[in-house]
């Protein structure tokens, strides 16, 4: 028993001695953390003489710097912040309402992509059916926003197909129809916002 309060004892004294040994290690830097770039000490606050005596126009410098925010922001202005909805978004809607036609197979608008199951008509009796992905680089309403591909495959019988890649005017034709409805979409929610 007695043994084991010794045992006891000492390991507190390491653990004392430990805890003192890092404290005495994290001194020097919390000492050092108070210099500033130029490497002099500088106590937290500001210099009185760079800053204007109208509080108006400190909290203007303030804001300017970066270093501050108004009320009126936080709670005032726009409630719950800016979100980019698919809603919100022309160009993606645009494209939804362009392939409306069309099966989808996967549409993730935080990823920015739309990908159409195989689609066929009715009327097409070769077995070639068509699948579109449409990818988005930007939410900007231009010609480089949008990378579209668009896959044929054609089918002899059900494990025989043959899936390629389209490099005709489909793609193209599409980018134009669904920059012509975002660009319609965006007028209409100007013209929403103005009235």
């Not at 800053?51 to 501050?68: I, M, S, Y």
């Amino acid at each position: 028993m007695q043994n084991i309060l010794k045992l006891l004892k000492v390991k507190i004294n390491r653990w004392k001695f430990i805890k003192i040994f890092v404290f005495i290690l994290a001194i020097p830097l919390l000492i050092g953390s108070c210099k500033s770039p130029e490497g002099k000490f500088k106590l937290p606050g500001g210099d009185a003489r760079k800053f204007p005596a109208d509080p108006a126009k400190r909290v203007e410098q303030n804001l300017k710097e970066g270093r501050g925010f108004k009320i009126n922001d936080a709670f005032g202005g726009q409630k719950g912040g800016v979100f980019d909805f698919a809603s919100s978004n022309e160009l993606w809607r645009a494209s939804l309402d362009t392939i409306d036609f069309m099966p989808l197979l996967s549409v993730n608008y935080s990823g920015g992509i739309i990908v159409t199951d195989w689609y066929s008509d009715e009327q097409s009796a070769s077995g070639e059916s068509v699948k579109i992905s449409i990818r988005f680089l930007t939410n900007e309403i231009r010609a480089d926003a949008l990378d579209i591909k668009v896959f044929s495959r054609k089918c002899d019988n059900v494990s025989n197909c043959v899936v390629k890649e389209i490099d005709d005017e489909l793609a193209p034709a599409l980018t134009k129809q669904i920059l012509k409805k975002a660009t319609l979409y965006k007028k209409e929610a100007s013209e929403k916002k103005n009235n």
